[in-house]
């Protein structure tokens, strides 16, 4: 009865197994008791492989994607010098154009009359090149502190900044607006993409240099307090803005990009 009260209530029968099993389980040889070590040093080493792995891939993909943008750059770069051969080549074309059409039309009074109103016509459009004294106003980020890492928002120039400098201009009676040497239109648009501010399309950097031709001193007279004067210097007091005025004798604008006529058609033609 002995018996089946130890079996019955787990306890082992035969002292010897009882001893064994005990000598097994201070040895660390008792059945499971390694498995998980075993376990661990298998997650352990199965995790230190993926990390390689993921390692010589990142390392394999550096290059590719420094080659990958190097040629992005260089193709942009490419790009942007056959815009500005093209550019020069219309600007060429189109004083040859304008030297063909005036001596036609200078050979009679009508002609001379047309000239004289399409002169006017394209003065107003910023379609021919133009050229006199100037008033130039120099807007530009605040300046950065050497160990600063991050631009601060509110020492950027901005596209409102602009469109009120250049509004400011044109109501002291600038007769033609260029910014970085690119011309304004009527329907020129000022617009900021991410961190780059788009004048017709064209990014622009700065220091931004804002060109008005027109008498000079009447032009600083008229804008030297101006709202739009008064709202920059707000911005070079309190935020540091770059913000200066200066008078040319001379500056010369090139004629603006030519737009595609939104209602005007040739005569004859139906739409």
Request: aromatic letters at 4%; glycine letters at 10%; proline letters at 6%.
């Amino acid at each position: 009865m002995s018996l089946l009260a130890d079996l019955f209530e787990g306890r082992v029968a035969d002292p010897g197994y009882a001893e064994a099993a005990a000598r097994r389980r201070a040895a660390g040889t008792a059945p499971g008791a390694g498995r998980p070590r075993v376990l661990a040093a298998l997650a352990l080493l199965l995790v230190g492989l993926l990390l390689a792995v993921a390692g010589a891939q990142v390392r394999r993909g550096e290059p590719v994607a420094a080659r990958q943008r190097a040629r992005i750059v260089e193709e942009i770069h490419s790009r942007t010098g056959e815009t500005d051969d093209l550019a020069r080549r219309l600007d060429t074309l189109r004083g040859e154009t304008a030297r063909l059409r005036a001596a036609a039309l200078a050979q009679s009074a009508a002609g001379r009359r047309a000239d004289r109103d399409l002169a006017a016509a394209e003065a107003a459009a910023a379609a021919r090149p133009a050229a006199g004294p100037a008033l130039v106003v120099t807007l530009d980020d605040a300046p950065r502190a050497p160990d600063a890492e991050d631009a601060d928002d509110d020492g950027r120039v901005y596209d409102q900044d602009l469109q009120i400098l250049v509004n400011g201009l044109w109501a002291a009676g600038a007769g033609a607006v260029a910014i970085n040497g690119l011309r304004l239109t009527p329907t020129t648009a000022i617009r900021t993409a991410g961190e780059a501010v788009l004048v017709d399309y064209r990014p622009l950097t700065g220091p931004y240099e804002v060109t008005a031709l027109g008498p000079a001193d009447r032009l600083r007279a008229a804008f030297t307090g101006s709202a739009a004067d008064q709202r920059l210097a707000a911005l070079r007091d309190r935020y540091g803005l770059r913000y200066g005025l200066r008078t040319e004798g001379t500056a010369r604008l090139a004629a603006a990009a030519p737009s595609a006529p939104r209602y005007a058609r040739p005569a004859g033609e139906r739409e």
